[in-house]
């Protein structure tokens, strides 16, 4: 796989009243999110575009935006881009904690 050359632009980060919210924007089509996993029940809110979504090695499906995407506690899961100009939001609460907590990222090899 290969980088790709616009990677996703965090445009917010919102913690208020025990709940995180993260607004990011993908520029491109064919942006992969790579695999991780969070110790919490937690919503992805396609706002606009389109994306696939990977959960524990599974397609989980092709969705379109507005959508909301439930993703379990300990599930690894990844997106990927299928049009340019995706908005999502990670949706959460803290669990008092002070910000996200997730239990496994898988960074992408890349090729030369």
């Known amino acids: 796989m290969k980088r790709a050359e616009n990677q996703p632009v965090s445009v917010e980060i919102k913690l208020t009243d025990d709940l995180f919210v993260?607004?990011?924007t993908?520029?491109?089509a064919g942006t992969i999110i790579p695999t991780h996993a969070h110790k919490?029940?937690?919503i992805t809110l396609l706002a606009y575009g389109s994306m696939s979504v990977m959960a524990d090695g599974e397609m989980l499906g092709d969705f379109t935006?507005?959508?909301g995407?439930?993703?379990k506690?300990?599930?690894k899961h990844m997106?990927?881009?299928t049009t340019p100009g995706v908005v999502f939001c990670c949706i959460h609460a803290l669990h008092g904690t002070d910000g996200v907590e997730i239990?496994?990222?898988h960074e992408l090899e890349l090729e030369d």
Do not use: N, S
């Open 40 to 42: 919490y029940d937690h």
């Open 73 to 75: 506690a300990g599930v």
């Open 103 to 105: 239990d496994e990222m």
């Open 26 to 28: 993908v520029l491109d």
């Open 79 to 81: 997106f990927m881009t």
């Open 22 to 24: 993260k607004t990011a």
């Open 69 to 71: 995407i439930l993703i």
């Open 65 to 67: 935006g507005p959508t």
